[in-house]
């Protein structure tokens, strides 16, 4: 199944608070890395409009900008 990357540019400390959010979805969402200022997210194909759609509401509560989408080449 392919994969999506998703990139947000979000302040470290915003981060746990994302997190608690996006948890109550089961598995739709892994996070996986924060580095340079953005955070990795993992998501299957079939799941990616529902977080986006998710990702545009939290926007609201927790402050990030999204920076790009992109298939995941196969690494985690």
Known sequence: MKEYDVY???DRE???D????LEVEDNL?????YENGLLR????SDLKDDLLELLNGVQEV???KMVKI???PGSA
């Open 62 to 64: 927790v402050p990030f």
């Open 29 to 33: 969402v892994n996070i996986r890395k």
């Open 14 to 16: 915003k981060i746990h």
């Open 18 to 21: 994302l997190s608690y959010i």
């Open 70 to 72: 992109e298939v995941n």
């Open 8 to 10: 947000l540019e979000i």
């Open 41 to 44: 997210l993992i998501v299957p």
